[in-house]
């Protein structure tokens, strides 16, 4: 059974930086893809962002171009999502996605596979 573990989260003031982590329990990590999806109170959940099974390619929400990048290493298991410049609008509960796949879109299609998700808390 695929498992979907984040690590990372936590609170940071408004400028400052955090990296999420993402372990997928999967014999075969890079025949998945892997994205991120966040949800803030009262909103619906929301595409961040998705990486293809080599990291070459990968696409982002407009709201995060420029300030998050998504990256893996297949060799661990793992995905990362390194965020910079964060802004209190960024505060939400930042769940890691999976689906089978060399490239899954996830901005059109939903992951396969949930984390439980990482709070991530942005003060002003």
């Known amino acids: 059974q695929v498992q979907v573990v984040e690590s990372g989260g936590g609170l940071v003031q408004a400028g400052g930086s955090l990296r999420l982590s993402c372990e997928l329990s999967?014999?075969?990590?890079?025949?998945?893809?892997m994205g991120w999806f966040r949800q803030a109170p009262g909103k619906e959940r929301e595409f961040v962002c998705v990486v293809s099974w080599t990291g070459r390619n990968a696409y982002y929400a407009d709201s995060v171009k420029g300030r998050f990048t998504i990256s893996r290493e297949n060799e661990k298991n793992t995905a990362y999502l390194q965020m910079i410049n964060l802004k209190p609008d960024d505060t939400a509960v930042y769940y890691c996605a999976a689906a089978l796949g060399v490239f899954v879109d996830f901005r059109i299609k939903d992951p396969s596979h949930w984390g439980q998700g990482t709070q991530v808390t942005v003060s002003s």
């Open positions: 999967a014999r075969t990590f890079s025949s998945y893809t």
